[in-house]
């Protein structure tokens, strides 16, 4: 079955640490994104990337780093630099946007939740 | 500045009660208005995609509208399987980006 797999399910993170969390997608989809997911808040977008080799950031792209070296493939890296790791992290993939493909969703994966020791 | 809003925030439902759960948005230019149920621990499950003002879609029990300021989810006669975060999202005009806008959702409780 075509889908988006995250891992791992959980992660912890000690102080002073880099983690890297893991996105794949068999959906052959161009356009993969990276949000956060906070109580009472809406998904917030970390990071998205549109073709191979090239990403832009997000709303929120501040202590976080991403690569985009495979189609099916778009690791997101969780720096010592960001402050407040601790979320629920969601990775997503559609087609390209253009015209009436405007209209086609972003598809998810079922989640990395990040907590700290 | 682009922004949804969801309404209740939750809502307790006895087995068969129906009822409307609301997205209104405040954005430049629409081009779509997506639905999505969220169960615990899981990601977004894609429900359905509006894109004009008149607009309906339906499944099993969910029908989705769209006027031109909000959509609605209308439950009817629900389960307690229906049970879930409902979260509505809006793309708006802004070049090439897929980018959506997340309401904070309505958390639905069906009690049999």
């Known amino acids: 079955d075509g889908g988006i797999t995250q891992s791992p399910k959980y992660l912890f993170r000690k102080e002073g640490q880099n983690v890297t969390l893991s996105c794949e997608q068999n959906l052959n989809h161009d356009a993969m994104y990276w949000y956060r997911q906070d109580p009472g808040q809406g998904l917030r977008l970390i990071y998205y990337s549109q073709i191979v080799n090239d990403f832009q950031k997000g709303d929120i792209a501040e202590g976080y780093s991403v690569s985009r070296e495979k189609k099916e493939s778009f690791p997101l890296t969780v720096t010592s630099a960001q402050k407040n790791p601790t979320a629920f992290y969601l990775c997503?993939?559609?087609?390209?946007?253009?015209?009436?493909?405007?209209?086609?969703?972003?598809?998810f994966g079922d989640g990395t939740r990040l907590s700290i020791l | 500045e682009d922004q949804v809003t969801q309404s209740p925030e939750a809502l307790r439902l006895q087995e068969g009660e129906s009822s409307s759960l609301n997205c209104s948005y405040t954005v430049s230019g629409l081009r779509g208005l997506f639905w999505y149920r969220q169960d615990p621990g899981k990601g977004p499950e894609f429900l359905f995609t509006l894109y004009s003002a008149g607009e309906e879609k339906e499944k099993e029990r969910l029908k989705a509208t769209l006027t031109k300021k909000e959509s609605f989810l209308h439950i009817t006669a629900p389960k307690p399987e229906d049970s879930a975060t409902y979260l509505c999202a809006v793309r708006v005009y802004g070049g090439a980006t897929n980018k959506l806008i997340f309401g904070t959702g309505t958390l639905l409780a069906v009690q049999p």
């Open positions: 997503a993939s559609s087609t390209l946007v253009s015209g009436q493909g405007s209209n086609q969703p972003q598809h």
